[in-house]
């Protein structure tokens, strides 16, 4: 890892999009990929879908970490998004373009023709990509509300949002917030919402900003309700009991009507200035990571004897299950110092009574389940393979609820210094999807995060559905996960990539995920960067 990670933050905004819908406009989204070498791309982050617009501004920015030794091969792709699936393969595509971020970091900001493939441009399409670093680690925390708004909507009252932009160096406005819409309401009350300060105003509390209050139209034609301009400094003063309020000026009714007032009156309960920690922060301010393996040892990987098995041990001693160990407990044990990981096998039956079980030690020996090092898990496997049958079903729920059990007495700790992340390596035909969708809603609550590498040849829908990117995962009852803790990475897409390829995408969401728990429960690193000794 390079010593210095500099974070950079890239704002996106595309014009002139070809249209792919029939009677609208399309409705676009931008992903961010990354090579991760030869022909593999992995997605390091997307904005928001905006509907039905040919000139998109998007709210949310990208992240991604810079570093100066390594050429970052980056793969911007603009897509129509018509349906609900997080998969993009079925969205069509409104052209992309390819450069690297040192490009984007030395100009600062790059406007490039978009192009449907290598030489074939999309239309007049452009995208303007601009670059900025990530310095400071506040963020600005507001609440917002507004009264008397003016309807907008002939049959019913507007459908109000808000729009914050910072004036830039040359002078431009730039879009670094969007609310949510509220329906059919002149005195909304909008969600709590924090924006890097950086972000937000640059940095300097004086930087003029401008926010509009605008109605909602599903066609794209939203109406201004009204605007004003205020600046950081004048924001802050708002909390307690004592909101800030401005008068929301719709430009062309000034002008019109000498009695015109306002269109309504925006009010900002609170502004308050918070620092964001992030997974550095936490793991060199003393959180382990204490990583587990689950291993799935059911009939349908085949007999471990035959060479078509998916747990054939090849004669230079190699299976997709070791290497997926290997790939994946080689990063992840440089974060735990003990060292000793807990390796369970479940769908198998075990000597001596041969009764099928679903949370196993690898090592056969429960009260102490650990094995030393990756190496020490890779023997265990070796070792276990030839004394238990291969069975059935292929049961989840267990396991993750055995990891979360030891993620809940962690909790009791009340601090930041302990985070659970569980391996489980399948074939993938899932059996207890409905206990293994509760066991994910809850231990969602939990530190913790669930890795599942699909193994073979299936078709792993049942995994897709559990990592959360389709939207937010529920239980059967209802209740969603209070995050998203899964990531799925079916292990033939791989196959022929470095290894390394397989580790980065396997481990891209575990940062983010261990970050938004411990921010999720208001507990800080264990020792505050400032404490550190220098």
């Known amino acids: 890892m390079a010593h210095c990670v500099t974070k950079v933050e890239l704002s996106i905004c595309c014009d002139n999009l070809i249209d792919k819908d029939v009677g609208s406009k399309s409705d ?86 978009l192009e449907l493939k290598k030489g074939k441009p999309a239309g007049k399409g452009t995208i303007t990509i601009s670059a900025d670093e990530i310095k400071d680690t506040r963020v600005v925390s507001m609440e917002v509300e507004a009264r008397n708004l003016d309807k907008k909507d002939f049959l019913g009252k507007s459908d109000p949002f808000l729009e914050f932009y910072k004036q830039s160096d040359s002078g431009k406005w730039q879009l670094v917030y969007r609310s949510e819409v509220v329906k059919n309401n002149l005195n909304p009350c909008w969600r709590k919402f924090t924006v890097p300060l950086q972000t937000f105003c640059s940095g300097d509390f004086n930087t003029p900003i401008k926010v509009h209050c605008t109605d909602y139209d599903s066609d794209g034609s939203h109406d201004l309700i009204g605007s004003f301009e205020t600046n950081l400094s004048q924001l802050q003063k708002a909390g307690g009991s004592s909101p800030v309020e401005f008068e929301c000026i719709h430009p062309e009714k000034k002008r019109k009507k000498k009695s015109y007032k306002n269109s309504g009156i925006v009010r900002v309960k609170s502004c308050k200035i918070e620092t964001e920690y992030s997974f550095l922060d936490y793991i060199m301010g003393g959180c382990q990571i204490n990583f587990t393996v689950g291993i799935d040892f059911t009939g349908s990987n085949g007999d471990p004897k035959s060479p078509d098995s998916l747990h054939y041990i090849s004669p230079n001693g190699i299976n997709e299950y070791l290497t997926a160990i290997w790939t994946v407990g080689n990063v992840v044990q440089d974060y735990d110092t003990d060292k000793l990981f807990p390796a369970f096998g479940f769908g198998a039956q075990v000597p001596p009574d041969w009764k099928v079980s679903h949370e196993f030690a690898l090592n056969f020996n429960p009260t102490n389940p650990y094995c030393q090092g990756i190496q020490g898990i890779v023997d265990a496997y070796r070792q276990a393979l030839p004394q238990i049958r291969l069975y059935g079903p292929t049961n989840f729920s267990p396991i993750i609820n055995h990891v979360a059990r030891f993620a809940a007495h962690s909790t009791q700790q009340n601090n930041a210094s302990q985070y ?53 995962l529920k239980s059967l009852a209802g209740e969603p996960a209070a995050r998203d803790i899964v990531q799925f990475v079916p292990f033939r897409k791989f196959q022929n990539a470095p290894r390394e390829a397989l580790s980065q995408t396997v481990l891209a969401e575990v940062p983010k995920q261990l970050v938004s728990y411990f921010k999720m429960v208001g507990l800080v690193p264990v020792k505050l960067p400032s404490e550190k000794p220098t």
Not at 424 to 433: A, Q, S
């Open 28 to 113: 676009p989204l931008c992903v961010l990929l990354q090579n991760v070498g030869g022909n593999q791309w992995t997605e390091l982050d997307r904005t928001e879908k905006i509907k039905n617009c040919q000139n998109p501004q998007f709210s949310k920015k990208l992240l991604i970490d810079y570093y100066f030794e390594k050429v970052q091969n980056l793969k911007f792709g603009v897509y129509d998004i018509d349906n609900k699936s997080y998969d993009l393969n079925d969205d069509d595509y409104l052209g992309g373009v390819e450069c690297t971020l040192g490009q984007i970091v030395s100009s600062k900001t790059v406007i490039r023709p």
């Open 420 to 472: 659970f992340v569980l391996l489980i390596i399948t074939d993938g035909e899932i059996t207890d999807l409905d206990q293994t969708r509760q066991a994910i809603v809850n231990a969602s609550k939990l530190p913790m995060s669930i890795i599942i590498i699909g193994v073979g040849s299936a078709e792993f829908k049942a995994m897709e559905f559990l990592d959360g990117d389709d939207g937010v």
